[in-house]
């Protein structure tokens, strides 16, 4: 599949990765971050193309970024967010990026960024209406307001509070109605949850793209990091140096 970059017109602060490609017809064969146990819960085909495509594309952006896909798996959060995870036994400590994925319009969308911030993007076809009865499930107050005033950018803000969303790593669980977005040029600054985010909007051949971004990311621990923090532990309750402790005058 062809695979397109999109580059915001205004960089991010730290090394990041946006990527999209087309969703075509694949077997779970062709897609190594693809599971099992995942893809068997898809009833619907549509939906189960969408993230095959979103798992194909997220290893193609991986080996962009340095990577062997082989190596690494996506875990999910209690709230589903996907999160990178070296494979068990690998004992590799190679700080892995944060990642987001979205599908749209017949296209799988993957973001990457920096181990230490995390990222979310959104994205939608730019002259895509919303029924404004809809309006009051995704603002409220004065933006709610301003939204019925001005519907033609009802698009942008739905992808935006949906971009904050995924780089909190809350995806609904966070109302979007309580992401208050100020709709303008250039990258715009968002206080929540005591998370200063960052976001940014431009226009790819007619889609809307929102991606979001912030230094406080989520990652899930695994085993080898209780095994090595446990061992740490044990380490500082013996006193131990460089070397083994021994005992003067002992073979």
Request: include cysteine.
């Amino acid at each position: 599949m062809d695979i397109e970059e999109l580059i915001p017109p205004f960089p991010l602060p730290v090394r990041s990765l946006c990527l999209r490609c087309p969703i075509e017809s694949l077997e779970l064969e062709q897609v190594q971050l693809a599971s099992v146990d995942e893809v068997s819960t898809f009833v619907v085909e549509k939906r189960l193309q969408e993230h095959l495509a979103g798992r194909w594309l997220l290893a193609k952006a991986l080996e962009q970024w340095g990577l062997n896909p082989n190596q690494i798996e996506v875990k999910r959060t209690e709230f589903r967010a996907p999160v990178l995870s070296y494979l068990p036994g690998l004992w590799i400590n190679t700080p892995l990026p944060s990642v987001s994925i979205g599908h749209s319009s017949g296209w799988a969308y993957v973001a990457l960024i920096e181990h230490e911030w995390s990222i979310g993007i959104d994205a939608e076809l730019a002259d895509r209406g919303i029924a404004e009865n809809a309006f009051d499930m995704m603002a409220r107050g004065d933006e709610l307001h301003w939204l019925r005033e001005n519907p033609s950018h009802a698009i942008e803000l739905w992808t935006s509070k949906e971009s904050v969303q995924k780089a909190m790593q809350m995806g609904m669980h966070l109302n979007p109605r309580k992401i208050e977005i100020p709709i303008g040029k250039g990258i715009r600054n968002i206080s929540i949850e005591k998370l200063n985010i960052q976001l940014e909007n431009w226009n790819y051949k007619g889609v809307n793209i929102s991606v979001a971004w912030h230094d406080q990311p989520l990652r899930i621990r695994t085993p080898e990091d209780d095994l090595l923090d446990a061992t740490q532990k044990a380490m500082q309750e013996q006193d131990w140096g460089v070397g083994c402790k021994t005992t003067r005058g002992k073979v």
